[in-house]
């Protein structure tokens, strides 16, 4: 090798393909893990779903109720189940919390069509129910594909009901329609954030009228099988939570199957990998902790969203349990903000500057920095967060890559991150690169969801 090469290798920073990495042996352990995720996607199209299945899985290998003053030691596995929506898992470590906790944080809600509290009418004999998105979409991806809805009604007797309906093959499923090609010329002049209105996304959900003369008998004739399935009325809908999501089952993507398309990957699919990581702990040397939070996709609010007091309740909970103030744990805190990055998109290099920006199988993406414009609403983790990261990472074979969101000035967006770092938590974003984010069908690649397992393994480990 002349010396001109040897400086090559030893001064630039050279990225690989994560395939050019990982022997044999490891790819079969990629592909594994990309099946019990595809599981996991399919029984939890909702937060309230992906809380009830991390609780199953969390009691399968031991995890008990946390109860406020019960007594922990190490080793101890508990969660928190919050309002349904949200779920907190810890594994006491050997060490007392004075010393801090390893955090992993992702988020279980995803972009989709939430039904107003009035949803049903009939128009020209067939019936509909009105929705409001929830979330960052781009309402002209959700017409014309099958739709699932899922929820629950909550009654004023204190029961609530669970729906689940479109995902059992025999089951009906449910669509928005569009304007046929032929008359959409005025349509397809306007911007394709005009082309579909927000209150143009009304579910069809059917036509056969009601065997009498009144008026509304579509309507009426719907709301009796409802009242017939589910005994309810047009009013039990105020106070019901339904919501529609795409009926899309999770698939492996590519003659290879090296990529999974599913519905809200963001941020699933780092929520399986910290639950994962939790539940193949052994006593860790620092507390570790897993969330599984709830509206980050509509800033984090709300007391099952990040910035609710219900995580620093549980903390200081536990931290009470060891005569250890909240504070001092806190300081001494370090937290994986697990949410999904974008990855390059060949089909759209302008919006991107390749050498900063995530690619598909090169492992765990973290960003320093969110945010937008002058990295406005970012925490912008420290240099030594990311030197701690390079050594826990080099010393447990995690492959990852540092990465941004788009080209300087293109656009931007935030996850929990800024919301742990203000709890005085160094706090990072980790997570998995996914091609066309916020779509009903997102795409991601298998090697990518097990490096961002295997990383937040090693911070739960270190
Ligand atoms: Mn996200
Ligand atoms: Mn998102």
Known sequence: MSKEQDWRESLFYEQKNGYDLIDAEETKLVYAYAEGYKRFMDAARTEREAVRVSIELAEEVGFKEYIPGMALSAGDKVYLNNRGKSLILAVMGSEPLSEGAVIAGAHVDSPRLDFKQLPLYEDTEMAYFKTHYYGGIKKYQWVTIPLELHGVVALKNGDVIDVCIGQDPDDPQFVITDLLPHLAADQMKKT???????EGLNILIGSVPYADDGKDRVKLAILSLLHDDYGITEEDFLSAELTAV??????????DRSMIGAYGHDDRVCAYAELRAILDLKTPRRTAVCILADKEEIGSEGVTGMQSKA????????????????RRCYEKSFCLSSDVCNAFDPNYPEVSEKRNEAKINYGMGICKYTGARGKSGTSDASAEIVAYLRKLFAENNVIWQLCELGKV????????????????????????PVLSMHAPFEVVSKLDCWMTYKGVLAAYQD
């Open 311 to 326: 995580f620093d309740t549980f903390m200081e909970d536990i931290c009470e349990g060891q005569g250890v103030a909240l």
């Open 409 to 432: 000035d293109q656009g931007g967006g935030g996850t929990i991150a800024k919301f742990m770092a203000e709890r005085n938590i160094d706090t990072i974003d980790a997570g998995v």
């Open 246 to 255: 795409p009926a899309f089952q999770s698939r492996d993507i590519g003659f």
């Open 192 to 198: 394709m954030s005009e082309g579909i209105k927000g």
